[in-house]
């Protein structure tokens, strides 16, 4: 894990469509997501769509955009689980987070972030709710342009101060170009 993202650099990854909200295996300890309520507004506007315009939203089916209109809807009293866990994608079962020692997920929480459409900046610890929204999309209302501008100088912030405490200034993008 450390050979792959650097000793003292910060490292982005992209989330995952896929969740697991199955309860993890590890009996570990859970952060909380930073930009609340930032989320908030995201959040607000996804609420305020109907299926069919989730389903044109996202481009996916009605079947997806049915279960997501249901996850916004209830997304206070979802279960929640650490986002290194709960992202089921091929990076996140390549990366065998199960198999971590505590060390190595000290380490990620310290190095690793997550970009996400819906919460910003995410460490891995912190505990996030199932959804799925991307940063190509556009929430009418809440955003001017696509989501990722909405999260642009907040995500660019928080990074920059993040590098500033470590010995080496790299950022490892390993993240999709959609979220870069």
């Not at 993202?5 to 309860?23: L, N, T, Y």
């Amino acid at each position: 894990f450390i050979s792959i993202f650097g000793k003292e650099s910060q490292s982005i990854i992209s989330p995952a469509k896929s969740m697991d909200f199955e309860p993890a295996s590890q009996n570990i300890g859970a952060s909380c997501v930073k930009a609340s309520e930032n989320m908030d507004v995201v959040l607000k506007g996804l609420k305020s769509l109907s299926v069919a315009q989730i389903a044109k939203l996202m481009k996916v089916s009605t079947k997806i955009a049915e279960l997501n209109y249901q996850r916004f809807q209830d997304f206070e009293k979802s279960p929640e689980k650490q986002a290194i866990f709960a992202y089921s994608g091929d990076v996140y079962k390549n990366i065998d987070v199960e198999n971590f020692s505590a060390s190595q997920l000290n380490f990620a929480q310290k190095h690793l972030r997550i970009i996400s459409a819906l919460y910003g900046l995410v460490l891995p610890l912190d505990k996030i709710k199932a959804y799925r929204f991307e940063m190509s999309c556009r929430l009418p209302g809440a955003c001017k342009g696509p989501v990722s501008e909405f999260w642009k100088n907040y995500v660019t912030m928080e990074l920059n101060a993040e590098l500033l405490n470590h010995k080496n200034k790299y950022l490892i993008n390993l993240a999709s170009n959609e979220y870069f």
